[in-house]
């Protein structure tokens, strides 16, 4: 603990130079206020995406050959009848420019049926033509409409990639830059476009990363009002609980205050707030209230013990400061680790959370003595101690007296050993990215998991790709016969490996498709072929027709790289994992001096570096924050023994919140990191406050049991006390149109129960089972 001489200098301090104190916040306070219009509600697909990852990497320097993964894909439904109609055919056209002239869209990633770069091959007397299907615009009767029809069926690329078999569903692709986008134009315009196109006969569908990212803005307002609902619900429990108008104020101005500063530094630093990390400052408000109740609680105390404010303040506070202190630098620091997942997202989120936190040493532990030295002294309840919530909190606090003496304690032990072994056992179970991330994060019912699973139903190909790049040793590569065949060669190994692939394209398919269309359409001349210069021909006869982008998808300008491209329907974690196992077994079995065949593109590649990113930094996380706590939780009690028992609680709880999330079904994923990853150091200040307690009540009355039952019965209710409030307060969230919002929230209050339970059962228990030196030392 930190010595005596030095805290009691710091109170003096602050209650001698209280005015230049409270200047210096007010000026801090005015500044990052300032610095609140610069905080702005943002989501950016580049921030999910860790830059460091080889799949990342590949995906930059081939740019030009893999497009954006940040796409669009719309579904036009017909009711009745097939999508093969003139006023359906339109609705396409009308879509498809509609989503062109969206900004923010690439215009050379758009493809429909409509869309000029989708093409079909005519053979007349006069040579042959590739022209647009929608040549020479959308279909005006009939009769164009079943030439339509006839070329979906006959050209390959375009059934189960632009419309379904059973003729009433056409997509939609788009693909977006992966920056700059201002989402609330789009979310206004996708929305308005949906409306305005949905009839009697049609349904559109969206689903795709930027709609999602437009539906998570769309819920701003369901934030604000469910925070009113919070705040309002805070403030009446605290009056419930202190009945006096600085026992509510004070905790709300700490908490107003923070919530100012942390907004205002991450302002100031230009970054955006993610919708998606509200939980995460949900939970930092929660440690900011803990600290707040724990300093009222403790100065009501003392000042109805001793009579004197001033003594109140100083005897209080030189209580708190050891366990807030150590506290919030373990909340801190646990949050700070974040920082080694190299993903911009939490990289960002870590660096304003432990600002946040850190704030909570000026709000609160600095702050509160200045306060209270101006305000009078809290008058006496008459009814104190003898309405029902003193008698409930007196009961429970009476019964975990109970539970830290006797045979109960073995009890306790065993449980806690028990608790372990089965969250170990369980939480091996949990995968990263198992879920679909439109699962994870809207309920199955939700328009976007809708549309998603509507489209899949259909047969389509699939909305998901993984593009493995073939980079050549020299130029000119894919005009050789040997390399296109190793190139076909791996696309088969590719599409044979899983139901769940439903096409693949390379430039082997395009040349096999013009080499037919010049045969006359005979499906037997769809070969390679002999000669590299008629290869040569193929290229420069699509680069002709269809245009540099489209000839991009398949090689580069040199022939020196090509594209393999996979479709899958599914992107679970398991159909990830299994096509890049896949992958990588045909490279590491066939190695060709000619070429390297590298991983991976498309939307696998950056699901699979952002899950091989989670993966990895939740483990080393763990590990930093466990090195952490450990190291501080020693510094605080110079004791092994203290040290381990303040942490085993959190050691528990980690576990138990995976197995929890794997029971209840909740991913693994960018979003949910945050939360499990740092539930080992946030709530452990439950378990130093009541530490700091029993042992700073040994030196009163050198009894264990005496010392536990003392601490119990003041600090154990106040965090009893902060315990229920937070699970009432996060009820409201359960009711939040999101699913990962309320299963964070759910998740957020058991993370919050383990470490009451571990702090007012476990270390009262093992403090009187085992009566640690360091605990009896102040005795002395």
């Not at 070329?151 to 690329?157: K, P, S």
């Not at 205050?257 to 970054?271: D, E, R």
């Not at 082997?508 to 590299?532: C, N, T």
Request: hydrophobic share 50%.
């Amino acid at each position: 603990m930190l010595p005596r001489i030095w805290m009691e200098a710091y109170l003096r301090f602050l209650l001698r130079y209280r005015w230049p104190v409270l200047v210096a916040a007010l000026l801090v306070t005015l500044f990052l206020g300032y610095q609140l219009s610069n905080a702005k509600i943002q989501m950016n697909f580049l921030d999910i995406i860790p830059s460091h990852h080889p799949y990342t990497q590949l995906a930059r320097k081939h740019a030009r050959m893999f497009g954006s993964a940040n796409v669009l894909v719309i579904a036009v439904e017909v009711k009745k009848g097939t999508i093969y109609t003139v006023d359906t055919l339109k609705k396409i056209d009308r879509l498809t420019l509609a989503i062109m002239e969206t900004p923010g869209v690439n215009p050379w990633q758009v493809r429909s049926l409509s869309h000029p770069s989708v093409r079909t091959t005519q053979i007349t007397s006069s040579g042959i033509r590739i022209l647009p299907l929608f040549f020479p615009g959308p279909p005006k009767d009939a009769k164009e409409v079943t030439r339509i029809k006839r070329a979906v069926y006959t050209n390959d690329g375009l059934l189960d990639f632009y419309a379904s078999r059973d003729d009433t569903v056409a997509l939609i692709t788009a693909g977006f830059w992966e920056s700059g986008l201002d989402l609330t134009r789009m979310q206004e315009r996708l929305f308005r476009l949906q409306r305005e196109e949905t009839d009697g006969n049609h349904i559109i569908h969206m689903t795709g990363f930027p709609i999602l990212f437009c539906w998570i803005l769309s819920y701003k307002s369901w934030i604000v009002y469910i925070s009113v609902l919070t705040i309002l619900s805070i403030t009446a429990l605290l009056w419930f609980y202190f009945r006096t108008f600085q026992g509510v104020w004070i905790p709300l101005f700490s908490g107003s205050l923070s919530t100012v500063w942390a907004l205002g530094f991450a302002g100031y630093l230009g970054y955006p707030i993610d919708l998606l990390m509200i939980v995460v400052f949900l939970l930092i408000t929660a440690r900011a209230l803990s600290h707040s109740v724990q300093s009222m609680e403790r100065y009501h105390e003392e000042y109805f013990r001793l009579g004197d404010k001033q003594a109140a303040i100083m005897q209080s506070y030189l209580g708190l400061f050891s366990p807030a202190l150590v506290s919030i630098a373990a909340d801190g620091f646990a949050i700070l680790s974040l920082a080694i997942a190299r993903i911009p997202l939490v990289q960002k989120l870590a660096i304003v959370s432990s600002f946040w936190i850190l704030t909570i040493s000026v709000s609160v532990v600095t702050l509160h003595p200045i306060l209270l030295s101006f305000l009078n002294p809290p008058a006496r309840d008459p009814k104190a101690g003898k309405r029902f919530s003193d008698l409930v909190y007196n009961s429970v606090n009476q019964l975990l007296v109970t539970i830290s003496r006797g045979n109960a304690r073995y009890v306790t032990l065993a449980g806690f050993v028990l608790a372990l072994l089965v969250g170990v056992y369980y939480s091996q179970q949990l995968k990263i990215g198992d879920v679909s991330i439109g699962k994870a994060l809207f309920y199955a019912d939700h328009p976007y998991n809708v549309a998603y699973d509507r489209i899949v139903e259909k047969g389509f190909a699939g909305i998901s790709s993984l593009t493995i790049i073939a980079e050549g040793h020299e130029p000119g590569l894919f005009r050789k016969i040997d390399a296109l065949t190793e190139l076909e060669r791996f696309q088969r190994h590719m599409t044979q490996h899983s139901e769940m692939v439903g096409g693949s394209i390379t430039a082997v398919d395009m040349i096999r498709q013009l080499y037919e269309r010049f045969e006359e359409g005979i499906p037997k001349w769809a070969i390679l072929p002999s000669h590299a210069k008629d290869v040569g021909n193929m290229y420069g006869f699509f680069l002709q027709s269809a245009g540099a982008p489209a000839l991009d998808r398949l090689v580069d300008k040199d022939l020196r790289n090509a594209t393999i491209t996979i479709f899958f329907r599914d992107y679970s974690h398991d159909t990830i994992t299994g096509a890049l196992t896949h992958a990588q077994a045909y490279i590491d079995a066939n190695p060709n001096p000619t070429m390297d065949f590298r991983l991976a593109g498309g939307l696998f590649g950056i699901l699979a570096a952002i899950n091989d990113e989670v993966e990895w930094s939740y483990t080393w996380n763990l590990i930093l924050v466990l090195v952490i706590v450990f190291v501080l939780s020693f510094l605080t009690y110079w004791s092994l023994a203290g040290a381990l028992i303040v942490m085993i609680p959190s050691i528990v709880a980690q576990p138990l919140t995976e197995a929890i999330m794997y029971w209840a079904s909740i991913d693994m994923n960018i979003n949910s990191l945050p939360i499990a990853a740092i539930g080992i150091g946030i709530g452990i200040d439950y378990g130093y406050y009541v530490l700091s307690r029993i042992t700073e009540e040994y030196a009163r009355f050198p009894d264990v049991d005496r010392a536990i039952e003392e601490a119990l019965m003041t600090t154990g209710r106040a965090i009893l006390f902060t315990g229920t409030t937070l699970t009432a307060s996060v009820i409201f969230w359960l009711f939040f149109p999101m699913r990962f919002q309320a299963e964070m929230s759910l998740l957020l209050a058991l993370i919050l129960f383990l470490h009451v339970v571990g702090a007012l059962v476990f270390i009262p228990s093992m403090v009187s089972l085992f009566k640690p030196r360091f605990a009896t030392a102040s005795a002395g």
